[in-house]
């Protein structure tokens, strides 16, 4: 996964884990919750952008926010969507 400008991940993983859906560490590497692949097709795509946006900015700053909605302009109702269904993509 890189980037017109060079920017890219060093490693995309999807594993099992209790959570979270998403992560990023400072070295780069994105890792995807398979149980996110429950989940609809646009939410998929909010955490993956949503994680990417993290090789920019390592926090939830305004900066990473205005990240986020360059790419997905309605991260909100797709962030809405984890919080009212996220626990059901847990439940087995």
């Not at 986020?68 to 996220?86: F, Y």
Request: proline share 4%; net charge positive.
């Amino acid at each position: 996964m890189e980037r017109a400008d060079g920017l890219a991940a060093t490693a995309v993983v999807c594993k099992l884990s209790q959570k979270p859906l998403g992560s990023c560490t400072a070295l780069g590497d994105i890792r995807l919750n398979w149980r996110l692949m429950q989940a609809p097709p646009q939410v998929i795509d909010y955490v993956v952008i949503h994680e990417l946006a993290h090789l920019v900015e390592l926090n939830h700053s305004s900066r990473f926010w205005d990240i986020v909605a360059e790419a997905c302009p309605d991260w909100k109702t797709k962030r809405l969507w984890l919080k009212q269904n996220g626990a059901l993509l847990f439940a087995w």
